[in-house]
């Protein structure tokens, strides 16, 4: 059984900084990448960011310059720093984790449950 748990979200005001967090647990053989999308109210999810086991990132356009994804893949977990927010981030994120669970089971993707992040003053 494989979960992931996001913690970090809450509230944060236009132009502050929150920090989300991601830690895969369960028996993982590999994790090949990890990322964050995030779902607003009447809006289908979309891909924040993600970065792959050898580091290479991939950002949206609209937080580009603003959030920074990294990962410590000795702990299975990812992060997002999210600086210079803007009420338009606020959303639900989710944490993905495309992984296998063995040598010979093919790539799956896995997800947490979210978490809320709304910006306002």
């Known amino acids: 059984q494989v979960q992931l748990v996001e913690s970090g979200g809450g509230l944060g005001q236009p132009g502050g900084s929150l920090r989300l967090s991601c830690a895969a647990s369960?028996?993982?053989?590999?994790?090949?990448?990890m990322g964050w999308y995030r779902q607003a109210p009447g809006s289908q999810r979309e891909l924040v960011a993600d970065?792959?086991?050898?580091?290479?990132?991939n950002y949206a356009d609209s937080v580009k310059g603003r959030f920074t994804i990294s990962r410590d893949n000795a702990k299975n977990t990812v992060y997002l720093q999210m600086n210079s927010l803007k009420p338009e981030d606020t959303a639900v994120y989710y944490c993905?984790?495309?992984?296998?669970?063995?040598?010979?089971?093919?790539?799956?993707?896995?997800w947490g449950q979210g978490t809320q992040v709304t910006v306002s003053s």
């Open positions: 993905n984790a495309d992984l296998k669970l063995s040598p010979w089971l093919p790539v799956r993707a896995y």
């Open positions: 369960g028996s993982i053989f590999s994790i090949l990448t």
């Open positions: 970065i792959t086991n050898g580091a290479t990132s």
